[in-house]
């Protein structure tokens, strides 16, 4: 069992920076491949990053390309999305997710993901 829980999300104007966090309980959080999804009022939850559990692979979707990193440390258990140049369309809940991953890959596919944490709200005003 794992439980997620994010931090990080408020009330910022465009153009600036955030860092979200999720912590991780659990012993095994280094063999989960991680993803940061979205979903905005009126729209389908969204793929916007994922690492593999050895931090070695990471992917991102299209519009948040070249603006977030996502990065993981595992010996804290945590996994980060630095998001810079925000813009009012990434308002969005944002959640941390978990998959089982036998090997370094990205797991980009919500249905494949096990655990979810609660959700934080980040605001971009324009």
């Known amino acids: 069992q794992v439980q997620l829980v994010e931090s990080g999300g408020r009330l910022v104007q465009a153009g600036g920076s955030l860092r979200l966090s999720c912590a991780a309980s659990?012993?095994?959080?280094?063999?989960?491949?991680m993803g940061w999804f979205r979903q905005a009022p009126g729209k389908e939850r969204e793929f916007v990053a994922g690492?593999?559990?050895?931090?070695?692979?990471?992917r991102y979707a299209d519009s948040v390309k070249g603006r977030f990193t996502i990065s993981r440390d595992n010996a804290e258990n945590t996994v980060y999305l630095q998001m810079n140049a925000l813009k009012p369309e990434d308002t969005a809940v944002y959640y941390c997710?978990?998959?089982?991953?036998?090997?370094?890959?990205?797991?980009?596919?919500?249905?494949?993901?096990?655990?979810w944490g609660q959700g934080t709200q980040v605001t971009v005003s324009s």
């Open positions: 997710a978990a998959a089982r991953a036998r090997s370094p890959v990205v797991v980009v596919d919500a249905k494949f993901y096990d655990y």
């Open positions: 659990g012993r095994t959080f280094s063999s989960y491949a």
């Open positions: 690492i593999a559990w050895s931090g070695t692979v990471t």
